[in-house]
């Protein structure tokens, strides 16, 4: 026997904003990159702020021309990030590929996507970064190769800041980067620090893992240290209209 089936459509219902009720920030993410979402995760954390992620095609050998192969994808992968809805902040996490590009090119893509939406990148980010802290002579360490380093200290010269010493592993394979220990990064940070008069460290690229360390690293050296993916984790919050501290994430995460 067939039992027919009443149907009730077009019940009635309300809506709430939830998630992302209080900040809705969207990422570029590298195809390569293993890093990025990790740490945000471990930084972002306050109710309310949620982070959503597309990512990008990208060679996993890091040189400029490989960084500006991924100039026409910008705004693509960024559509795909809620479609038709609106973001508070947008990203492109790479480091490298937003000073090739140039921050202002990879705004104006982003925005071609998300027009209300504020931009930013690890390299604007970090700017952004060394002005609140008061830094004006800035540590680098990068795991880039020489072509790549060379568009790195100029560009943060350009923007205003002194790099007094600038440190290198030179390595291209974004995979491996993603592999190097807190040991080295540690040990690398000691070697461009010790003896420079510098008023902050800037670890360069989205896949170095040495976010979780920063306060610790801070409390040994006595001056301010952010990532890549530090400043941009603390940038995104801040454009977003959120101005939490936590201490916890080290001194930029109190300015």
Request: overall charge negative; aromatic content about 6%.
């Amino acid at each position: 026997m067939t039992v027919e089936t009443k149907m009730i459509e077009h019940l009635p219902f309300t809506t709430e904003r939830v998630i992302a009720a209080r900040a809705r920030i969207g990422v570029i993410v590298l195809a390569t990159d293993y890093t990025l979402e990790h740490e945000l995760r471990q930084m972002i954390t306050l109710p309310g702020v949620d982070v959503y992620h597309a990512r990008i095609a990208n060679s996993p050998q890091i040189t400029p021309e490989t960084l500006r192969a991924m100039l026409p994808l910008i705004t693509s992968t960024a559509n795909l990030i809620l479609p038709g809805d609106t973001l508070d902040v947008l990203a492109f996490a790479c480091t490298s590929a937003s000073i090739v590009l140039g921050t202002e090119t990879v705004a104006e893509n982003l925005k071609a996507a998300k027009p209300g939406a504020a931009t930013t990148n690890p390299a604007f980010a970090a700017f952004n970064a060394f002005r609140a802290l008061g830094a004006k002579r800035i540590a680098l360490l990068t795991p880039y190769s020489r072509a790549v380093n060379d568009f790195v200290q100029r560009s943060v010269e350009e923007a205003g800041f002194e790099v007094p010493v600038f440190g290198s592993f030179n390595e291209p394979h974004d995979p491996t980067v993603a592999s190097i220990d807190t040991p080295s990064l540690k040990a690398a940070i000691a070697r461009i620090t010790e003896g420079n008069d510098v008023d902050a460290v800037f670890i360069s690229c989205t896949s170095v893992r040495i976010a979780a360390s920063v306060a610790a690293i801070e409390a040994e050296l006595g001056v301010p240290v952010t990532s890549s993916n530090h400043a941009l984790a603390w940038h995104c919050l801040r454009l977003a209209g959120v101005t939490d501290k936590m201490p916890q994430h080290g001194r930029l995460f109190t300015v």
